[in-house]
């Protein structure tokens, strides 16, 4: 089952970039978040409004992903297809021009997106996030108030910070998945580098091979942690999600091979009322099934992956 889980998420990015939209669906979009270090922050990412949409949904990558990842692009053509405006957001940085570099925490991104004036003529908002997006969702909706926004879900989110960086770290089989994420990490840091001081060289930070150092490192100094210790430990959401503040989707695969349910499952001895929990025997780190079955019992909206969350969230 194990390999299963690497198969699952292998070979479902393979078939998405074969098949994900290639239109570029919507136009840039951009606005300021104001940083307590920096001041202003741009924040870019593609808006899509279809003709008289009133609802729509931000949608948040995962590590080392941005606006243009494939998943982002297949959500929202599943949203345009309900007759709902999406917003794939590039979390700051992840455009690759530069301006900053984010982490698993940092909400403020989320809140700036969301009462941007863009958004400002939908009567209801959406967040779906994945991977480290979604743990960043799980967050905002666990510690902000959003009065329009009217539910969130997280498919794949860690929410034991600390544990899932040590497996990555540790278990050979995650290697690749590190260096993957790595790298596009590394990227992001040369771009802010060569616009402006940085905690190290880029030199040093190129020699990185582990998350907990990454975290150590570049977030740690960046964002006023003592250390990746200080920074899994402050920003971790599952100690946070008994507060969760507006109906909440969780999906989570029993074999990721990046966010092992064994990291996850120890938070949700007490599910919350607010909390709709969805354990996938088959998949991987976002992959799953053409026909998986979420379990929700909400008709209408199609039966695809994406469908049926987006469904789910507009019947909150």
């Not at 741009?42 to 995962?62: D, F, K, N, S, W």
């Not at 899994?232 to 999906?251: K, N």
Request: net charge neutral; aromatic share 6%; charged share 20%.
């Amino acid at each position: 089952m194990a390999l299963r889980g690497h198969l699952w998420t292998l070979m479902p990015r393979l078939q998405r970039s074969l098949r994900s939209p290639r239109v570029r669906l919507g136009e840039a979009w951009s606005c300021v978040v104001v940083d307590p270090v920096l001041g202003d922050v741009r924040l870019t990412g593609v808006l899509h409004v279809p003709e008289g949409a009133r609802e729509a949904v931000v949608l948040v990558h995962g590590l080392g992903g941005s606006a243009d990842s494939d998943y982002l692009r297949i959500a929202a053509a599943a949203a345009a297809r309900t007759g709902m405006a999406s917003l794939r957001l590039s979390l700051r940085g992840a455009d690759g021009l530069g301006e900053d570099y984010y982490h698993a925490g940092l909400i403020d991104d989320l809140t700036a997106a969301l009462r941007c004036s863009d958004l400002a003529r939908f009567e209801r908002l959406y967040l779906l996030g994945y991977s480290l997006g979604g743990h960043v969702t799980l967050r905002l909706a666990a510690t902000a108030d959003s009065p329009r926004l009217a539910a969130v879900a997280a498919v794949c989110a860690p929410v034991d910070l600390r544990r899932t960086s040590e497996i990555i770290d540790r278990r050979l089989a995650a290697a690749p998945y590190r260096i993957y994420l790595l790298s596009a990490l590394k990227v992001i840091y040369a771009a802010v580098a060569a616009r402006r001081a940085v905690p190290h060289p880029v030199e040093l930070v190129q020699k990185i091979r582990r998350m907990r150092d990454w975290d150590d490192l570049v977030v740690a100094p960046r964002y006023g942690f003592d250390g990746a210790l200080d920074y899994y430990a402050r920003m971790s959401v599952g100690p946070l999600l008994g507060d969760l503040r507006v109906p909440t989707l969780m999906i989570s695969t029993l074999h990721d091979p990046m966010v092992p349910a064994e990291t996850v499952a120890p938070w949700l001895g007490r599910v919350p009322e607010a909390l709709t929990v969805r354990w996938i025997d088959e998949g991987g780190h976002l992959g799953f099934p053409d026909d998986v079955d979420l379990g929700l019992a909400l008709a209408g909206g199609g039966r695809s992956f994406e469908n049926q969350i987006l469904t789910w969230l507009r019947h909150k």
